[in-house]
């Protein structure tokens, strides 16, 4: 069981938008050579389900990848008007 909180603006967002939440981590490097493993939110579902978990969290299908699955993390909805977008608050992950 996934520990993903979904506060209420992104959950109506993402409602508008297919009603479906993909979590996944994507390598960000850094200026000086390093990289780390970032958590992402996307109003889609994965083009290939294995390796996630799906559940429904507050109603919304959510796809989330194992390694995830018990890192504490908010989904939120961040920017205005068509610039919106989802973001998520949580522990950076080393990259395997």
């Known amino acids: 069981m996934s ?44 083009d290939d389900p294995n390796g996630f978990e799906e559940e429904k969290i507050q109603n919304i299908r959510t796809y989330v990848t194992r390694g995830l699955i018990e890192v504490p993390m908010t989904v939120h909805l961040d920017g205005f008007g068509r610039w919106q977008r989802l973001s998520v608050e949580a522990p950076v992950q080393p990259l395997r």
Do not use: D, F, N, S
């Open 3 to 46: 520990r993903i909180r979904i506060t209420m603006t992104a959950q109506e967002w993402i409602r508008l938008h297919g009603g479906v939440l993909t979590v996944r981590i994507a390598g960000r490097h850094g200026c000086c050579g390093g990289k780390a493993g970032v958590p992402v939110a996307e109003a889609r579902t994965p």
